[in-house]
Structure formats: structure tokens, C-alpha cells
């Protein structure tokens, strides 16, 4: 696809996070299987309810502007959910990889962050605010989830990891 325009480049990003979140769908699941503290596993699970939303969000965008609902291989997103899936591979005591859990976590909430502030900025300059109000509530719940994730970790995780043998 080539970049003419500023509606190119929003279509481009708006397919790059298309793809992020269905590759998010994918790890969810075993990230919440990984989790050993129940709050941690019920907050991936409610994340995983949200990002199947916010993709029927992006298909709502796709088609307002007639569009098939495809992404493009989200490679940033590929290598955070890489590194995250090698961090479960590793021997760790639970709360421990809690605490990896919820690290590999807000690295992806933080791209998707990124990601949707650029595109509801590109969509209010395109003058889309259909566009701008669906990727602004998906953009709030990625927020609050940051936010959900730093809570369990400062309350419970990290202390918990902290006090494990050698974690001091």
C-alpha cells in the first residue's frame, strides 16, 4: 500500500491494529492460565471480553468506510506477545511470574495506547468523528486497564514477588 495521503496512513495504522488485537485474542487466554493470583487471571479474562469488543469496533470502522476488516501483521505487537509467551517459559515461583505477567501486559497495553491516540488523532483531522468517539472509548478502556494492571501489581503482585526467596 502506498502512503499518499494522511487517510492512507490512517487506514494502514487502523489494519496494523486490527491485527494487534486479534493476536492479543490469541494470548490472553494463556496468559490468564499462566496467572496464578485470581484477580490477575480475572482481569486478563475481562480483557479478553474488551478486545473482542474493541475489534467489533475496528470492523465498525472498516465498514463505515467500506472496507473489508483485515489487518496487516502488527510486528510490534508480534515480538512484545513473543517476549511475553518466553517470560512463561521460565521457572519462576507464582507470584513471581505474576509479576512478569502483568510486565509483559502493560508493555502491550502501552502499544496499543500509542496506537489508539494516533489513530483517534488522525481521525479527527480526516473530520471522521464517528471514528474519533469508537476509537476514544477504546483508547479509555486501554487506559483503565493500564491502570487495573498497576494497581494489582503495586497491592498485591509485587509485594507478594518481593517477598519470595531472593527477592530482597
Do not use: W
Not at 51 to 64: C, G, H, K, N, V
Not at 113 to 119: D, E, F, K, P, R
Not at 148 to 166: F, I, Q, Y
Amino acid at each position: 500500500m502506498k502512503l499518499e495521503s494522511l487517510k492512507d496512513l490512517y487506514v494502514a495504522e487502523l489494519q496494523d491494529v486490527y491485527d494487534a488485537e486479534t493476536q492479543i485474542t490469541k494470548a490472553l487466554p494463556k496468559m490468564a492460565q499462566a496467572a496464578s493470583t485470581p484477580e490477575l487471571q480475572a482481569a486478563f479474562h475481562e480483557h479478553l471480553r474488551q478486545t473482542e469488543q474493541q475489534i467489533s469496533r475496528l470492523e465498525q470502522i472498516f465498514s463505515s468506510h467500506g472496507l473489508p476488516a483485515r489487518g496487516k501483521t502488527c510486528k510490534g505487537m508480534k515480538g512484545l506477545i513473543e517476549e511475553g509467551q518466553e517470560m512463561m517459559k521460565e521457572k519462576a515461583d507464582p507470584s513471581v511470574m505474576d509479576a512478569a505477567l502483568i510486565s509483559a501486559a502493560q508493555k502491550v497495553e502501552h502499544y496499543e495506547i500509542a496506537s489508539y491516540g494516533t489513530l483517534r488523532t488522525f481521525a479527527n483531522l480526516l473530520g471522521l468523528q464517528q471514528d474519533v468517539q469508537l476509537l476514544q472509548t477504546t483508547l479509555d478502556e486501554e487506559g483503565n486497564t493500564d491502570k487495573k494492571l498497576t494497581m494489582l501489581a503495586e497491592r498485591l503482585v509485587n509485594p507478594d514477588a518481593a517477598n519470595e526467596v531472593g527477592g530482597r
